[in-house]
C-alpha cells in the first residue's frame, strides 16, 4: 500500500468521513447523501482495514448493485492500494452468488450442473405453461399469452425477496380471509345487501387473479426442478437457502469473509439483505457489516428494493454505529436546497435521514432554469441547441448530461446529436435491436434462412452492404414481377438479369452465390462458425469498422455474438431457425438486450435515464420531458395485487427520490424543460415536482425558448463525419479496463491489429474446433484434481469429466465423436504415464486477476496448475493439446515458432513476483503437453527462469503499453501478407 497517498487523501476528510474512516470493527451505518464522498470513504475504509489489521485482502467483501460500480470502486481502490485491490473481493450480489455456486458445486446440489436459463428461456417455459392451464379469470381470447410479462415480473419480484409459492399462496390465503371477514367491506342495506363494496369487489378480483397466477408459479418451479433448470433470481435464493440449512458451510463463508461492505443499500431488496445477515451473523450483535446509503436516493423499488429493507439492519443492529454525512462536495447550495425542498414532500419517520446537506466551500449558485416549451419537438430543438452553444463556448462536452425518465425518450436526442455531429454517448439500457445496422445483419439471417422466398430480400437489396445501384433493383423486382418470377431466380441469371436491363447484373449473381453458400453452411457448420462466416464474408464487420459510431456498432455486434453463442452453448443442435425464434420472442414480449456497461469518455455529452445517472455527477445538468404522468403520477396496473412483508410504499415518492437523483446530479447548472404539447398536440401539464421546487430557487425562461426552436427537427440536414476509432482516451480506458494478458501480448508481439482487434476492442470471434477440445481438455484436469482432494479417484473419474466437459459445448455429433475418442485415449495415456506422480499439494487454475507493473500496467493470468515443491516455492505447470513440441520450438529457436510457450512461462514468474509481494517463488514452468507424439510418448518440458529473461520480459512489456497509450502502432502492419487484422485496418484507413 502506498501510505502516503493514503494519508493524503485521508487528511482530505471531514471529521463525519473520518469517522467512518476509522471505525472499523462492528456494525455501521453511513447515511451519505448525494455528494458527500461515499466511493472516497468506503475504499479509504478498505485501505484501512489493511493497514490497521492482519487482514487479507481477500478476506474483505464488498458489495454493490452494477458492474459499474464494481469497476468504479476498484479502480479508486487501486489507485490507494495498488495491486491488493484485484485481490479484494469486489463484486455485485449477483456476482458472488453465483461465485459462491461455481466455487462449491457440491454444496448446491439442485442446481450445480444445472443449465442457467435466460428470460426468454423462461418465456418460453411459461408459455407453454400458459398454454396448457385452465383458467377461469385470466383468459384473454384475443391474446392468449397478455398475462405472460407480468407474471413473469411477479415472478422476479417474488424471488427477490425470497418468497416460494408456498409461502405466498399462505399471504393470499390469509388476504383473502381477511377481505371477506370484514363485515365493514359489505353491503349492509338495499339492493346489495351482502355483496362487496365496489373498492372491495375489484380487490377480490385482484385476488382471484393472483390465486390463479399461482398455478403458473407452482408449475414453473416444478418444471426448473425437473429440467435441472435456474433464473437470475435463483442464484441468491439457493445461497440463501444453503446458508440457512448448512450451518458448516455457512461458517466457512463466515470465516472467509471477516469484513463485509455493502455500497447502495438503499437499494437493497429482502434476498440481498438476507445474504448480508447470514454472512455477518456469526459476530451478531456486533459483525463487522458496514452499510452506506440515502433514503432519499431508492429509486430501484421495481427490483425490489425497499425502504424497508434500508431500515432493517438499523433495527437489527440498535446498538451499531450511525454516521450522517451532511458535507457536499459536489453541487451549489441553491441545488441542494432546492432538492431538499422537492424531497421533504415525501414523509419520513425518521430526523437522522433527512439533515440539510451543506455545500462544501461553493458558492450560492445560480437558479435552476425551467423552460416550457410549445411541443416535444421543440424542446428537443432547443435542448440541442443549448448543448451546442455550450460546447461553443469552450464547455467540454463531457460535463454536460442529458437525463431523461424513460430510455425511449432518448430517440429523438440521438437523432438531432447526429445531425449535428455532437459527441455523445448514450448511457442506458439501449436496445442493441434498435440499431439499424443491427437490423440489417437481422434482416440477412432471414433472408438466409428462408433462401428462395423472396419476403427479406427486397429489403435486403436496398443496404448499403452490397453497392447494388437502387434503378437495377427496381428493375429486377419489376421483372420479376412481370414475368411471375421470384426474385431469387432472376438473381440467378446473368442472362436473365441482362435481359431485365440491368446495369451490373454481377453484383446480383455475387450476393446470390453468397447467400446459397451461407445458407448451406446453416445447415452444416456450428451456428458459431455459421454467425462468424456471415460477419465477415458479408463485409458487415468492414461496414462496422468504417462507420462514424464504429465503437457503439461495435459494442452491439459483440453483445449480439455473445448472446447468440451463450444460447449456443445451451443447445446442442442450434440452428439459424433456433436465433432467430430467439429474436422473435424478445421482439414480441419487448425485452432488452442492454450493450456492457460503457467506459465513460469525458470527451462526449452523456445520454441516460435518471436511474443510470446514480452515483455521477456534471457541470451541466439537463432534465428534458418533465410532465405531469411521464415524471410522476404515472399510470400503472397491477395485476395480482396480493401484498407482502410489508411493503405500502408511495409510488409518487418513489418517483420524486427519481427527481431528486437527477437534480442531485448537477454540480453548477441545472436546465429543467416541459413541453406544453404532445407530438398528437394534446395538453400537458408541467409535473408536480417543478411545482415542489421553492421558487426562490429557479428561474422561468421563456424568451429564450422561441429564439431557438425556429428550426424543426426533420429539416435540419445531418453533417457527414469520417469514422475513426483512433480516440486515445476511449482507447487507454478499455486499456486500463481490460489489462495485458500474456495472450494478448502475444498477439501484439506477432501483429498490433490482431490485438487491437481481438483483445482490445473484443470484435466476435468463432471458438474454433481445437480451442473448444483444448477447454475440455484443460477442465478435465481441473476437475480431477479437484475430485482428487476429496476422495480417491481413478482414470474412469478422469475420463467422466472430459465428456462432461465436452458435453457442455456446441459441436455437431461427428465432431463430437471424434473429440472425444481422442480425448480419452490422450487422457487414458497421460494417466497412466503420470497419475503416480501427482499430489494433492497444488492449486487449479489459479487466478490473478491483476497486478501492476510499475504501478500503472496491469497485468492478469490464469495459471493452469500450482504444484508447491518446499516452502513457497512452486512448480507452475501449463497444459497444451496438439502435437507435442521440441524443447527449440518452445523457446522460440526454429523457424516456425515465435517463442510464445517460453514467453508464457516468463510472464507466469513475473505474475507470480509482483502478486502479494513475491508471496510464491517460481521454481520451475513446465510445458505439459496431454497429448502423445507419434509413437506414442508423452513429453513435458521443464524450464528454470532466469532473473535476466524476467527483466527482458519486463522491457518487453513497457514498450508495447506505451505503444498501445501513445498509438504508435497505428500506421504499423504485420509481416503476415494475407493477415486478416491488417485487412481489417486498412479497411478502416479507407476513410480514418
Known amino acids: 500500500m502506498d501510505t502516503a497517498v493514503f494519508s493524503r487523501l485521508y487528511k482530505q476528510l471531514n471529521s463525519a468521513q473520518k469517522e467512518a474512516v476509522d471505525t472499523i470493527e462492528g456494525p455501521v451505518m453511513v447515511i451519505a447523501g448525494p455528494g458527500t464522498g461515499k466511493t472516497k470513504i468506503l475504499t479509504l475504509r478498505i485501505a484501512n482495514i489493511?493497514?490497521?489489521t492482519d487482514t487479507a485482502p481477500e478476506s474483505i467483501l464488498a458489495l454493490t448493485f452494477t458492474e459499474s460500480g464494481v469497476y468504479s470502486?476498484?479502480?479508486?481502490?487501486?489507485?490507494?492500494?495498488?495491486?491488493?485491490?484485484?485481490?479484494?473481493?469486489?463484486?455485485?450480489?449477483?456476482?458472488?452468488?453465483?461465485?459462491?455456486?461455481?466455487?462449491?458445486?457440491?454444496?448446491?446440489?439442485?442446481?450445480?450442473?444445472?443449465?442457467?436459463?435466460?428470460?426468454?428461456?423462461?418465456?418460453?417455459?411459461?408459455?407453454?405453461?400458459?398454454?396448457?392451464?385452465?383458467?377461469?379469470?385470466?383468459?384473454?381470447?384475443?391474446?392468449?399469452?397478455?398475462?405472460?410479462?407480468?407474471?413473469?415480473?411477479?415472478i422476479g419480484d417474488l424471488k427477490k425477496d425470497a418468497i416460494d409459492p408456498k409461502t405466498f399462496k399462505k399471504h393470499t390465503q390469509n388476504e383473502k380471509k381477511t377481505l371477506l371477514n370484514t363485515k365493514t367491506n359489505f353491503h349492509t342495506s338495499g339492493k346489495q345487501k351482502g355483496k362487496l363494496k365496489g373498492v372491495h369487489e375489484r380487490t377480490l378480483r385482484g385476488i382471484e387473479r393472483t390465486e390463479e397466477f399461482l398455478k403458473v408459479y407452482e408449475k414453473y418451479e416444478d418444471h426448473l426442478k425437473k429440467e435441472h433448470l435456474y433464473d437470475y433470481d435463483d442464484m441468491i435464493i439457493e445461497v440463501i437457502k444453503t446458508l440457512k440449512e448448512n450451518n458448516s458451510f455457512l461458517l466457512e463463508l463466515q470465516e472467509e469473509y471477516q469484513y463485509i461492505l455493502a455500497d447502495e443499500h438503499q437499494d437493497a431488496n429482502f434476498g440481498q439483505n438476507t445474504i448480508l445477515e447470514l454472512l455477518s451473523s456469526f459476530h451478531a450483535p456486533y459483525p463487522n457489516l458496514f452499510?452506506?446509503?440515502?433514503?432519499?436516493?431508492?429509486?430501484?423499488?421495481?427490483?425490489?428494493?425497499?425502504?424497508?429493507?434500508?431500515?432493517?439492519?438499523?433495527?437489527?443492529?440498535?446498538?451499531?454505529?450511525?454516521?450522517?454525512?451532511?458535507?457536499?462536495?459536489?453541487?451549489?447550495?441553491?441545488?441542494?436546497?432546492?432538492?431538499?425542498?422537492?424531497?421533504?414532500?415525501?414523509?419520513?419517520?425518521?430526523?437522522?435521514?433527512?439533515?440539510?446537506?451543506?455545500?462544501?466551500?461553493?458558492?450560492?449558485?445560480?437558479?435552476?432554469?425551467?423552460?416550457?416549451?410549445?411541443?416535444?419537438?421543440?424542446e428537443v430543438v432547443f435542448v440541442v441547441s443549448k448543448i451546442e452553444s455550450l460546447i461553443q463556448k469552450g464547455?467540454?462536452?463531457?460535463?454536460?448530461?442529458?437525463?431523461?425518465?424513460?430510455?425511449?425518450?432518448?430517440?429523438?436526442?440521438?437523432?438531432?446529436?447526429?445531425?449535428?455531429?455532437?459527441?455523445?454517448?448514450?448511457?442506458?439500457?439501449?436496445?442493441?435491436?434498435?440499431?439499424?445496422?443491427?437490423?440489417?445483419?437481422?434482416?440477412?439471417?432471414?433472408?438466409?434462412?428462408?433462401?428462395g422466398e423472396d419476403s427479406y430480400l427486397v429489403e435486403l437489396l436496398h443496404y448499403d452492404l452490397w453497392n447494388i445501384d437502387n434503378l437495377d433493383i427496381y428493375k429486377v423486382v419489376t421483372y420479376a414481377k412481370k414475368e411471375h418470377k421470384g426474385i431469387f431466380t432472376v438473381m440467378k441469371s446473368k442472362n436473365v438479369l441482362k435481359g431485365a436491363g440491368v446495369e451490373r447484373p454481377d453484383s446480383f449473381t455475387e450476393l446470390y452465390t453468397k447467400l446459397s453458400l451461407w445458407k448451406k453452411s446453416s445447415q452444416n457448420e456450428s451456428f458459431a462458425a455459421f454467425f462468424e462466416d456471415v460477419v465477415h464474408g458479408s463485409g458487415f464487420m468492414t461496414h462496422v469498422l468504417q462507420h462514424p459510431e464504429a465503437k457503439e456498432k461495435l459494442e452491439n455486434l459483440e453483445r449480439l455474438y455473445r448472446e447468440a453463442g451463450e444460447e449456443a452453448r445451451k443447445h446442442k443442435s442450434y440452428s439459424l431457425f433456433d436465433f432467430l425464434k430467439y429474436i422473435e420472442i424478445i421482439s414480441k414480449y419487448r425485452i432488452t438486450i442492454g450493450a456492457r456497461d460503457k467506459v465513460l469518455y469525458q470527451n462526449s455529452v452523456q445520454l441516460m435515464t435518471a436511474h443510470r445517472a446514480k452515483g455521477l455527477e456534471y457541470n451541466y445538468v439537463f432534465i428534458v420531458g418533465v410532465t405531469d404522468g411521464h415524471w410522476g403520477n404515472k399510470k400503472t396496473r397491477e395485476f395480482f395485487p396480493v401484498s407482502y412483508l410489508g411493503k405500502e410504499e408511495s409510488d409518487i415518492d418513489d418517483e420524486r427520490r427519481l427527481f431528486y437523483v437527477a437534480l442531485t446530479r448537477a454540480k453548477d447548472h441545472i436546465v429543467i424543460t416541459h413541453p406544453k404539447k404532445n407530438k398528437n398536440r394534446r395538453q400537458l401539464l408541467p409535473s408536480q415536482f417543478i411545482e415542489e421546487i421553492d421558487k426562490k430557487f429557479i428561474e422561468q425562461k421563456e424568451e429564450e425558448v422561441q429564439s431557438r426552436t425556429t428550426e424543426r427537427r426533420f429539416?435540419?440536414?445531418?453533417?457527414?463525419?469520417?469514422?475513426?476509432?483512433?480516440?486515445?482516451?476511449?482507447?487507454?480506458?478499455?486499456?486500463?479496463?481490460?489489462?495485458?494478458?500474456?495472450?494478448?501480448?502475444?498477439?501484439?508481439?506477432?501483429?498490433?491489429?490482431?490485438?487491437?482487434?481481438?483483445?482490445?476492442?473484443?470484435?466476435?470471434?468463432?471458438?474454433?474446433?481445437?480451442?473448444?477440445?483444448?477447454?475440455?481438455?484443460?477442465?478435465?484436469?481441473?476437475?480431477?484434481?479437484?475430485?482428487?482432494?476429496?476422495?480417491?479417484?481413478?482414470?474412469?473419474?478422469?475420463?467422466?469429466?472430459?465428456?462432461?466437459?465436452?458435453?457442455?459445448?456446441?459441436?455437431?455429433?461427428?465432431?463430437?465423436?471424434?473429440?472425444?475418442k481422442r480425448g480419452r485415449e490422450a487422457l487414458g495415456g497421460y494417466y497412466d504415464t503420470y497419475h503416480k506422480e501427482w499430489t494433492t499439494d497444488s492449486l487449479e487454475e489459479f487466478p490473478i486477476k491483476g497486478v501492476l507493473l510499475d504501478g500503472d500496467i496491469r497485468l492478469r493470468g490464469?495459471?493452469?496448475?500450482?504444484?508447491?515443491?518446499?516452502?513457497?516455492?512452486?512448480?507452475?505447470?501449463?497444459?497444451?493439446?496438439?502435437?507435442?513440441?521440441?524443447?527449440?520450438?518452445?523457446?522460440?529457436?526454429?523457424?516456425?515458432?515465435?517463442?510464445?510457450y517460453k514467453r508464457q512461462l516468463v510472464f507466469y514468474k513475473l505474475l507470480l513476483s509482483l502478486y502479494e509481494e513475491g508471496k510464491f517463488?517460481?521454481?520451475?514452468?513446465?510445458?505439459?503437453?496431454?497429448?502423445?507424439?507419434?509413437?506414442?510418448?508423452?513429453?513435458?518440458?521443464?524450464?528454470?527462469?532466469?532473473?535476466?529473461?524476467?527483466?527482458?520480459?519486463?522491457?518487453?512489456?513497457?514498450?508495447?503499453?506505451?505503444?498501445?497509450?501513445?498509438?504508435?502502432?497505428?500506421?504499423?502492419?504485420?509481416?503476415?501478407?494475407?493477415?486478416?487484422?491488417?485487412?481489417?485496418?486498412?479497411?478502416?484507413?479507407?476513410?480514418?
Open 715 to 820: 429539416s435540419i440536414p445531418r453533417k457527414k463525419e469520417k469514422a475513426s476509432l483512433k480516440e486515445k482516451e476511449y482507447l487507454n480506458e478499455l486499456f486500463n479496463e481490460r489489462g495485458l494478458s500474456v495472450t494478448a501480448l502475444n498477439n501484439y508481439l506477432k501483429c498490433p491489429w490482431r490485438y487491437f482487434y481481438v483483445n482490445l476492442l473484443r470484435i466476435p470471434e468463432l471458438e474454433t474446433p481445437p480451442q473448444i477440445y483444448g477447454t475440455a481438455m484443460h477442465e478435465a484436469m481441473k476437475n480431477y484434481f479437484a475430485s482428487m482432494k476429496k476422495k480417491k479417484t481413478s482414470k474412469k473419474e478422469l475420463l467422466k469429466f472430459f465428456e462432461e466437459s465436452l458435453k457442455k459445448v456446441p459441436l455437431k455429433e461427428k465432431l463430437y465423436e471424434e473429440f472425444l
Open 291 to 378: 452499510i452506506v446509503g440515502d433514503e432519499k436516493q431508492a429509486i430501484f423499488r421495481f427490483q425490489g428494493a425497499s425502504l424497508e429493507n434500508f431500515n432493517y439492519f438499523r433495527k437489527l443492529y440498535p446498538k451499531g454505529k450511525l454516521i450522517t454525512l451532511t458535507q457536499n462536495y459536489r453541487s451549489t447550495q441553491t441545488i441542494l436546497d432546492a432538492a431538499g425542498s422537492v424531497i421533504k414532500n415525501s414523509k419520513t419517520e425518521d430526523k437522522h435521514l433527512r439533515k440539510r446537506l451543506l455545500s462544501g466551500g461553493k458558492k450560492e449558485g445560480k437558479p435552476i432554469h425551467v423552460y416550457a416549451t410549445p411541443e416535444e419537438e421543440d
Open 73 to 154: 470502486m476498484r479502480k479508486n481502490l487501486v489507485d490507494i492500494i495498488g495491486s491488493a485491490a484485484y485481490r479484494v473481493t469486489i463484486t455485485t450480489f449477483h456476482g458472488f452468488c453465483n461465485d459462491i455456486i461455481q466455487k462449491y458445486p457440491d454444496e448446491f446440489r439442485d442446481i450445480a450442473g444445472g443449465s442457467h436459463i435466460s428470460t426468454v428461456d423462461q418465456i418460453k417455459i411459461l408459455e407453454e405453461i400458459i398454454t396448457n392451464t385452465k383458467f377461469n379469470v385470466l383468459r384473454a381470447q384475443a391474446n392468449p399469452h397478455f398475462y405472460l410479462y407480468p407474471m413473469l415480473k411477479k
Open 921 to 992: 517463488s517460481m521454481k520451475e514452468g513446465v510445458i505439459d503437453f496431454l497429448e502423445p507424439n507419434e509413437r506414442g510418448v508423452y513429453k513435458r518440458e521443464s524450464f528454470e527462469i532466469e532473473d535476466n529473461e524476467e527483466k527482458e520480459l519486463i522491457d518487453i512489456i513497457k514498450k508495447v503499453a506505451t505503444e498501445i497509450r501513445e498509438l504508435s502502432f497505428w500506421d504499423v502492419r504485420c509481416d503476415e501478407k494475407e493477415c486478416q487484422f491488417c485487412a481489417m485496418r486498412e479497411a478502416q484507413a479507407a476513410v480514418v
Open 395 to 451: 464547455v467540454s462536452p463531457g460535463e454536460i448530461a442529458l437525463l431523461y425518465r424513460d430510455n425511449k425518450d432518448a430517440f429523438p436526442y440521438v437523432d438531432l446529436l447526429e445531425k449535428k455531429k455532437i459527441p455523445f454517448t448514450v448511457l442506458s439500457d439501449k436496445n442493441i435491436l434498435d440499431d439499424p445496422e443491427i437490423k440489417k445483419l437481422i434482416t440477412l439471417f432471414y433472408a438466409i434462412a428462408y433462401f
Open 50 to 52: 489493511l493497514k490497521n
Open 862 to 900: 490464469m495459471i493452469d496448475r500450482m504444484v508447491f515443491v518446499g516452502n513457497n516455492a512452486v512448480s507452475v505447470i501449463d497444459y497444451k493439446t496438439g502435437k507435442p513440441r521440441t524443447r527449440n520450438y518452445i523457446q522460440g529457436a526454429t523457424k516456425d515458432s515465435t517463442g510464445d
